[in-house]
């Protein structure tokens, strides 16, 4: 079938991209779903910073791509399920949250309950395959397309394989369904699975939009007893204030540290960095107290570097991990955060800065990059 879709050809467009144009939107040709895979009307797409890593080159992926990881739509076809390949537990009209890195079941990291580690998946998603090692899109001369991270959700319909998908209650509208699959999963499970920050806790927020903000409300959520904003913006750091930070921080401020320190009594017991600046987790860890555990979910170029002395490892019991899509489970966890936030406890429909047309995503692109968008969402 033809599909409309957001393809990237090359890596490293400078803002404005309204000018540069990274994103044409194109007609591509869609394979329909092998075994084990599944096409899916994508009705919502959400716009990240890791899709700005790979436009600015900071995730190299390979190209050309049809790019967007985070969406949500309604199940079209199942594939066949002949070898235990899956997919017969979906049918058509389901709604569905897409997770960007697919869980085989059978690798080491799967079989220990760590599927966001899937070897099998990080193999696909590294070389712009699915999970079976297929490609389902080529342009209308048969140029093959990369998938981006077994998603491609810029687009009008997506064949991606079942392990890429989550079922999802049909009652939650898909355009706020979308946040779950990346912002909502990595920035509520940073604090709940990665960092396991117990009630009561103090921690620090760095990097104010979608995850990190969706980290302050699982903050929030867990119970913590201070948090700290910290950012660039002050509109930004207010909103924060709204959403439940006890002390805002500007990140620009050159005493910001020595700021959180004495606000904090010594430092936070977490700080959580976002922003993908190795600058921004160095304050970081500077931050956090003796004893205490500084997680980063950011996604600096891959030669970036960042002082650190070791020692404080040893004589101050620290610890430094890595967050990655929130250390999830997303059959276990996608549901759960569903529910707070069909409660009322997980506010994450504020996030929310708009919707958009496919048409006008590199104008789209270029709030996010100039920091005046929280999350916006393309509608299909």
């Keep these: 079938m033809e599909i409309r879709a957001a393809v990237l050809d090359a890596m490293g467009a400078s803002a404005p991209y309204a000018s540069s144009k990274p994103l044409t939107v194109e007609t591509l040709e869609l394979q329909a779903p092998g075994p084990g895979e599944v096409l899916v009307r994508i009705k919502a797409a959400g716009l990240c910073h890791s899709d700005l890593s790979v436009i600015n080159g900071n995730r190299p992926r390979p190209m050309p791509m049809a790019l967007g990881h985070e969406a949500a739509g309604i199940v079209e076809e199942v594939g066949p399920t002949a070898g235990g390949a899956g997919g017969d537990d979906l049918k058509p009209g389901d709604h569905v949250v897409f997770v960007f890195v697919p869980s085989c079941g059978h690798c080491e990291p799967c079989t220990e309950g760590r599927p966001a580690l899937c070897e099998p998946g990080a193999a696909a998603n590294g070389a712009g395959t699915l999970l079976s090692g297929a490609r389902r899109l080529q342009r209308l001369d048969g140029t093959p397309v990369n998938h981006h991270l077994g998603v491609s959700g810029f687009a009008e319909y997506a064949t991606v394989s079942r392990r890429s998908l989550v079922k999802v209650d049909p009652e939650l509208p898909l355009v706020e369904a979308a946040l779950f699959g990346c912002a909502v999963l990595t920035g509520v499970g940073a604090v709940i699975n990665t960092?396991?920050?117990?009630?009561?806790?103090?921690?620090?927020?760095?990097?104010?939009?979608?995850?990190?903000?969706?980290?302050?409300?699982?903050?929030?959520?867990?119970?913590?007893?201070?948090?700290?904003?910290?950012?660039?913006?002050?509109?930004?750091?207010?909103?924060?204030?709204?959403?439940?930070?006890?002390?805002?921080?500007?990140?620009?401020?050159?005493?910001?540290?020595?700021?959180?320190?004495?606000?904090?009594?010594?430092?936070?017991?977490f700080a959580f960095d976002f922003t993908g600046s190795?600058?921004?987790?160095?304050?970081?860890?500077?931050?956090?107290?003796?004893?205490?555990?500084?997680?980063?979910?950011?996604?600096?170029?891959?030669?970036?570097?960042?002082?650190?002395?070791?020692?404080?490892?040893?004589?101050?019991?620290?610890?430094?991990?890595?967050?990655?899509?929130?250390?999830?489970?997303p059959t276990r966890d996608i549901p759960r955060y569903i529910t707070l936030y069909q409660r009322g406890r997980l506010p994450v429909d504020r996030l929310l800065t708009g919707t958009l047309d496919l048409d006008d995503i590199n104008d789209g692109f270029d709030r996010l990059h100039d920091g005046q968008a929280i999350r916006q969402v393309i509608t299909l």
């Design 278 to 329: 190795t600058r921004a987790l160095d304050l970081g860890y500077q931050i956090t107290r003796r004893g205490g555990t500084t997680v980063t979910a950011g996604l600096p170029a891959p030669n970036a570097t960042m002082p650190l002395a070791p020692v404080t490892l040893v004589a101050e019991e620290r610890c430094l991990r890595g967050s990655y899509i929130g250390t999830a489970v």
């Design 195 to 269: 960092a396991h920050m117990p009630a009561g806790a103090s921690c620090a927020v760095i990097g104010l939009g979608g995850v990190g903000l969706a980290a302050l409300l699982g903050a929030v959520v867990a119970g913590a007893r201070t948090i700290v904003a910290i950012d660039l913006s002050d509109d930004k750091l207010a909103f924060a204030a709204e959403l439940g930070a006890t002390d805002t921080v500007n990140a620009a401020d050159p005493d910001a540290a020595t700021k959180v320190r004495a606000a904090t009594g010594g430092g936070v017991e």
